[in-house]
C-alpha cells in the first residue's frame, strides 16, 4: 500500500499528525501496534489517572470538606471496582472517539506494529509492506525501569499497574517523586493507603519553581503523604508476602506494593532505525532539525521520541507542525509557551521559566504573588490554599514565567500561555478587565503586584 504521509503511533502526537496531514490532502495512514489508537498518554496514562484522580478527590471531599458547607453526610463508602469501571468507561469513550476521527478524515489505520526496512518502506508482521514519502515516527515513551527493582507488574510495578489496583495498598511505596508518581500517590493515599514517596534529588518535582515545589512539598505531607528526599533506592523485591524496599544508608522498609515512578524513556528500539542509518543518541532519543526531520530525508519524528518536554500537548504541537511544515507552511513550536500540570490537589502549573533557571542566566527579573486567600472565589470555593507567581523582566516587562499552585491552576495557566504566547508584558495582563469574582482574577492581581499596584493584597 502506497501512501504520501505514514504516521508510526497512535498516541497524542501520532493520530493528530495523522489527522492534520488528512486535512492538508495528503493520502494518510497511522499504525499502531495496539488494538486502540490513543497511546499511553489515552490508554494509561494521562486520561485514566485524571479519571481517578477525580473520582477520588470528591470521595475525599465528601469524607473531609463536605461539612464546612453545611452538607452532612454518613456512612460514605468507597467502591473501587466502580471506581475502576468509571475510568475504563472514560478511556473506551476516547479511543473509539479518536477511532471514528480517523476514520471521518479518511485516514488508513493499521493497528500492528510497524518497522523501518528502507527510507520509504515499512514493514508489518504479517509480511505486507507500505510504502510513503514521508515517514513520521511518532512512538513515544515507556516507563523507565532501574537496577535492583524486581518488577514483577503486580506488587512490584510502573504507573500502568498502579492504574488498575484491584485493592487499596495498606502500604504503598512511589518509588520517584515527580509528576506522576505524586499523582498516583495521591490516588491511594485519598482511599487509605499509606503512601511514602521516595525521591533522590534534595526536592520533589525538580523541575517545579523551588518555591512552588516547596510549598506543594509541605502540602501533600498535611495531606499524610510521606516524603523523603535525598533518598537512593538501592532495591526493591518481593519477599514473601510483602514488598522490601532497601535504601541507601537506610533500614529496610517494608510495604505491600511498590510503584516505580523515576521517569521515562524513548521507544525508539525494535523501528529498524539502525536498518536506514538513523543513530539515537545515548538516552534512546531521536535527533531532529528544526523541521523535525531525521538524519534521513523524508523519515521524521516528534514527540517523547525526540526528548525534550514529556507532554502529550507539546507532542501534538509537534506534529501538527511536522505535517504543516511538509506542506511548505510556515509554522512552528514555541517551547518557550509548553504549560506543565500536575494533576494533585492542590493543582500545580507552570509556563516559561522558573526563578532558578532566570537567575542562573543572569536575567533581571521582578516578580508579582498573589495568594488565593485574596479572591472572593477561593474563599467561597473553599480552596483559599495556594498563590499566583509571574516573572516579567526588569526593563521590558514582558512575562517570562507564571507559576501557580492552587485549585484550578490547570485552568488558569492557559491565560498565562497565550500571554506568553504573543509577548505580552505583566502591564498587559493588568489592563485586562478579569470577570469578578473568578479565580482568573488571582492572575490579574499577581499582575498588578508587579508594578506595585496590587490592590487586594498587602
Excluded at 486520561?47 to 475525599?60: D, F, R, V
Excluded at 515499512?122 to 515513551?141: D, F, M, V
Amino acid at each position: 500500500m502506497d501512501h504520501d504521509v505514514v504516521v508510526v503511533g497512535g498516541g497524542p502526537g501520532g493520530y493528530v499528525a495523522a489527522i492534520r496531514a488528512a486535512q492538508l490532502g495528503f493520502n494518510t495512514a497511522c499504525i499502531d501496534e495496539n488494538p486502540v489508537f490513543g497511546g499511553t498518554c489515552l490508554r494509561v496514562g494521562c486520561i485514566p489517572s485524571k479519571a481517578l484522580l477525580e473520582s477520588t478527590h470528591l470521595y475525599h471531599e465528601a469524607q473531609e470538606q463536605f461539612n464546612h458547607h453545611g452538607i452532612r453526610v454518613s456512612g460514605i463508602q468507597m467502591d473501587l471496582a466502580s471506581m475502576m469501571a468509571r475510568k475504563n468507561k472514560v478511556v473506551d469513550q476516547l479511543t473509539s472517539g479518536i477511532a471514528m476521527l480517523l476514520k471521518r478524515n479518511k485516514v488508513t489505520a493499521y493497528n500492528q506494529r510497524a518497522k523501518l526496512i528502507g527510507t520509504d518502506t515499512l514493514q508489518l508482521p504479517n509480511g505486507s509492506q507500505i510504502r510513503a514519502k514521508h515517514i513520521i515516527l511518532a512512538t513515544g515513551s515507556q516507563p523507565a525501569t532501574m537496577k535492583g527493582i524486581d518488577l514483577d507488574g503486580s506488587l512490584i510495578g510502573d504507573s500502568t499497574s498502579a492504574l488498575a489496583y484491584e485493592q487499596v495498598p495498606g502500604r504503598l511505596v512511589v518509588i520517584g517523586g515527580g509528576y506522576i508518581g505524586l499523582e498516583l500517590g495521591s490516588v491511594w493515599n485519598r482511599l487509605g493507603s499509606q503512601v511514602t514517596v521516595l525521591e533522590a534529588m534534595e526536592r520533589i518535582c525538580p523541575g517545579l519553581d523551588q518555591e512552588i515545589g516547596q510549598i506543594a512539598h509541605r502540602t501533600f505531607e498535611k495531606q499524610g503523604i510521606q516524603i523523603r528526599t535525598k533518598c537512593w533506592v538501592e532495591s526493591a523485591q518481593v519477599i514473601g508476602k510483602e514488598c522490601v524496599v532497601q535504601c541507601k544508608g537506610m533500614e529496610p522498609m517494608r510495604c505491600d506494593r511498590v510503584l516505580l515512578s523515576t521517569g521515562r524513556i524513548p521507544c525508539s528500539r525494535d523501528l529498524g532505525l539502525e536498518a536506514v542509518g538513523i543513530e539515537t543518541d545515548r538516552r534512546g532519543f531521536v535527533p531532529v532539525n528544526e523541521n523535525f526531520q531525521t538524519a534521513v530525508e523524508g523519515i521524521y519524528a516528534i514527540g517523547d521520541l525526540i526528548g525534550g518536554a514529556m507532554l502529550a500537548h507539546k507532542a501534538s504541537e509537534e506534529g501538527i507542525v511536522c505535517v504543516e511544515r511538509i506542506a511548505g507552511m510556515k509554522t512552528h513550536v514555541n517551547y518557550g509557551a509548553i504549560p506543565a500540570i500536575v494533576y494533585t490537589h492542590p493543582e500545580i502549573a507552570s509556563v516559561g521559566k522558573t526563578e532558578e533557571q532566570l537567575k542562573s542566566e543572569g536575567v533581571n527579573y521582578v516578580k508579582g504573588i498573589c495568594p488565593y486567600g485574596a479572591s472572593g472565589r477561593a474563599l467561597a470555593l473553599g480552596e483559599t490554599a495556594g498563590r499566583v507567581k509571574i516573572l516579567a523582566d526588569v526593563k521590558t516587562d514582558r512575562v517570562l514565567g507564571v507559576h501557580i499552585i492552587g485549585a484550578r491552576a490547570g485552568d488558569l495557566i492557559a491565560e498565562a500561555t497565550a500571554a506568553m504566547e504573543f509577548g505580552a508584558s505583566s502591564e498587559d495582563i493588568a489592563r485586562c478587565c478579569h470577570a469578578h469574582p473568578t479565580l482568573s482574577e488571582l492572575l490579574h492581581e499577581a499582575a498588578m503586584a508587579i508594578s506595585k499596584r496590587a490592590i487586594h493584597t498587602a
